[in-house]
């Protein structure tokens, strides 16, 4: 695949069909850890880093363990011990390096590991088939998506914190109501991918 088709591949699940507001996944640290910014960057970092390091260590398992060993049944208890295994190294180090950022994504943290965006990137490198590159682009662009889109979400939320908001609409209700007007607007960049795709053919 040229690089052409990796950009696409690219703008493709960052924008257009991105992992929270057209998959649906990652709702809970979505709506937990988009309060704050701070927060909400420092669990896109967290969630990039655990999802490209999963993908890298579960794609080389795959194909140089489990398939040359007929083990491909295995894939699912082996991508979740990988996966727990980095969540549990980034809660060291952010824990270490920065305390306040610990505390401000609280149970949030640990629970990557369960997070169904990590999961879903690790098997749909395998299952979709992708080549190195592809794989390497995917797991790039998914959490480069789900950060911007939770960073775009935190500072409406901190902006309707200040706002004269409804009393029956406080809290959830009108974060849910922001995060379909997003999924909305996204969507209407769907023309965007056949506009490059055509462009650079």
Not at 177 to 196: D, H, K, N, P, R
């Amino acid at each position: 695949m040229d690089l052409g088709n990796l950009f696409v591949l690219f703008i493709t699940f960052t924008l257009i069909n991105n992992v929270i507001l057209n998959q649906f996944l990652g709702i809970c640290p979505f709506m937990g850890v988009s309060k704050k910014s701070s927060s909400a960057i420092g669990m896109g970092a967290a969630v990039t880093f655990v999802i490209v390091a999963a993908s890298l260590v579960t794609y080389a398992l795959y194909y140089w363990v489990l398939e040359p060993l007929k083990l491909e049944y295995m894939d699912l208890i082996t991508f979740i011990l990988v996966i727990a295994s980095l969540v549990q190294l980034v809660e060291m180090v952010i824990k270490k390096m920065s305390p306040a950022l610990y505390k401000a994504l609280g149970v949030y943290l640990p629970l990557i590991t369960t997070n169904c965006v990590v999961l879903n990137v690790t098997l749909n490198n395998i299952s979709e088939g992708y080549t190195f590159a592809e794989m390497l682009t995917y797991s790039i662009a998914i959490p480069v998506g789900f950060t911007l889109v939770l960073y775009i979400f935190s500072t409406i939320r901190e902006r309707l914190d200040s706002s004269n908001v409804p009393t029956a609409f406080q809290g959830n209700p009108i974060a849910l109501i922001v995060a379909g007007i997003m999924a909305l607007a996204f969507s209407g960049l769907a023309g965007l991918v056949e506009f490059t795709h055509c462009y650079i053919i």
